[in-house]
T-cell receptor, first 110, second 117 residues
């Protein structure tokens, strides 16, 4: 069935270090993969996305990589800052809807 | 939060009551979605609508109802049949899920926190 698995569930890093969050999806027909950042009590905000015809995308300190063969994609945050602390969700687009991962709580320690 | 508004921000319900959560968007998006989020969990799809006057059940539709009479509005009613309604409810919209090849990014509202007393 349609499924997205996300790991790890929690991640603590020292300020300035890199953070990597990984997701796998079940349906090879999925063609679009967004990443969202959610701060406490707020709605998720799109931070980066990638389409299935692209292997990597970067936006300043954030990058996403996609391996269609293995059906997994990853979020990379470099030079982490305290304001990066939040819950991050991956998602995969299935026909007419999205399936979300269970989230990763990132804590950046000053 | 873009052009999606949800109201109220906090809502309290007594057992046996129906309550309606509002979601409005001014992005001219065709598709709208309702998700439920429980502590420490991901987003679970309740209902979605691809076009006005049409909607489909998501993964956890039992105890909920929706309507889509206008393109910009997609209210969610939490009925008394929903046994455990306390959660954070998120509304989202996207351009159109039916256009092949279009990356119809979902944009989320700020959410409504519903608590059953």
């Amino acid at each position: 069935g349609e499924n997205v698995e996300q790991h790890p569930s929690t991640l603590s890093v020292q300020e300035g270090d890199s953070a990597v969050i990984k997701c796998t999806y079940s349906d090879s027909a999925s063609n679009y993969f967004p990443w969202y950042k959610q701060e406490l009590g707020k709605g998720p905000q799109l931070i980066i996305d990638i389409r299935s015809n692209v292997g990597e995308k970067k936006d300043q300190r954030i990058a996403v990589t996609l391996n269609k063969t293995a059906k997994h994609f990853s979020l990379h945050i470099t030079e982490t800052q305290p304001e990066d602390s939040a819950v991050y969700f991956c998602a995969a687009r299935f026909p007419y809807k999205y399936i979300f991962g269970t989230g990763t709580r990132l804590k950046v320690l000053a | 939060d873009g052009g999606i508004t949800q109201s109220p921000k906090y809502l309290f319900r007594k057992e046996g009551q129906n309550v309606t959560l509002s979601c409005e968007q001014n992005l001219n998006h065709d598709a709208m979605y309702w998700y439920r989020q429980d502590p420490g969990q991901g987003l679970r799809l309740i209902y979605y609508s691809q076009i006005v006057n049409d909607f489909q059940k998501g993964d956890i539709a039992e105890g909920y109802s929706v309507s889509r009479e206008k393109k910009e509005s997609f209210p969610l009613t939490v009925t008394s049949a929903q046994k455990n309604p306390t959660a954070f409810y998120l509304c989202a919209s996207s351009i159109s899920p039916s256009l092949a090849g279009v990356a119809d990014t979902q944009y989320f509202g700020p959410g409504t926190r519903l608590t059953v007393l």
